[in-house]
């Protein structure tokens, strides 16, 4: 017998508390917040990401500043403005929404955010920080991920963890984090020999790949946490996951469906880093 995360409920949550902390810390000490999102060209899926994120701030009562530069934006042009946010004292948190256009290299946006308003965690000074588990900032989706199997009530500690995908902005923190909480943790990838037996071993089995359906039922230990990263469009229009659900819901015991469950964890992730962000003025 399964049971679904519910993505929804358990990100209402975290917003609620960083809405309240923000609250009474206006109060009591005049704190404001400020969330600088940069989208650059016209991706439909990265403006739905964007404007998603803008209403999440007015629910936090974080203030959003949106820079929508066309397709043409130079680098240079980009990195100006990051350039004056990075000293805009109204911005405690700076996200540039990836991907950016061929002509602009991520690796120089992303090195050249200020590493204390890097709310994304994607900057090499908070990479590093997460590799040593001292982290002023998680990174949203694995943190999101990490919410939601603490909502099931799952114990990390001496667990099979597998990860599928190795990216830098899922795979790699993810299975940080999962080691931090003393998980055994396996990172899958499009070269491993044999998937299957890997994620067959997983009491924790995250997929974070962008293959739809490529975790199938018959890949899955009886009674495992399934967390399905994934956001594919497929040609009818519809999102999948990368774990096939109605196979995959048979032999886990927690699953989270797409849309609906890490999704609405990455941006409640972001409103918590933001408000970590803002609070560290109180600091200096
Ligand atoms: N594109 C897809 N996911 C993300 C994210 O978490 N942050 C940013 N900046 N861009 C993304």
């Keep these: 017998m399964y049971r679904i995360i519910d993505g929804k409920t358990v990100s209402q949550g975290v917003k609620d508390s960083v809405r309240d902390e923000l609250t009474a810390l206006k109060t009591e000490m005049g704190l404001t917040a ?3 999102v940069i989208i650059v ?10 404007r998603n994120k803008k209403l999440a701030c007015e629910y936090c009562g974080i203030e959003s500043f949106e820079y929508a530069l066309p397709e ?40 050249n955010i200020s590493p204390a308003k890097d709310v994304d965690a994607f900057h090499p000074e908070n990479v590093g920080q997460i590799m040593i588990g001292e982290y002023k900032y998680l990174p949203c989706t694995p943190a999101g991920v990490m919410e939601l199997i603490a909502s099931t009530g ?5 667990k099979e963890c597998v990860v599928v995908g190795r990216s830098n ?6 299975a940080m984090l999962l080691l931090h909480k003393s998980g055994t ?3 899958c990838h499009s070269k491993t020999k044999d998937l299957a037996e890997h994620c067959r071993r997983a009491d ?3 997929a974070a790949v962008g293959v739809p359906n490529l975790i199938k039922g018959d890949m899955i230990k009886e009674g495992a946490v399934v967390i399905d990263v994934g956001m594919n469009r497929l040609d009818n229009g519809k999102l999948c996951g990368d774990v096939e659900f109605e196979t995959a819901k048979e032999k886990a015991s927690y699953i989270t469906p797409v849309p609906g469950g890490v999704g609405p964890m990455t941006i409640a992730m972001l409103m918590k880093n933001t408000l970590t962000a ?7």
């Design 72 to 111: 043409r934006t130079t680098q240079d042009e980009l990195l100006e403005l990051i350039n004056k946010l990075n000293s805009d004292p109204k911005v405690d948190g700076i996200l540039c929404q990836l991907p950016l256009p061929e002509h602009i290299d991520e690796k120089v946006v992303i090195n």
């Design 34 to 36: 400020g969330l600088a």
């Design 169 to 174: 902005i899922v795979g790699k923190p993810m």
């Design 41 to 50: 060209g016209d991706d439909p899926a990265s403006k739905v990401y964007v």
């Design 278 to 284: 803002a609070k560290s003025k109180l600091k200096q």
């Design 204 to 206: 924790i089995l995250v």
């Design 185 to 187: 943790v396996t990172i």
């Design 154 to 158: 799952t114990e990390i500690s001496g």
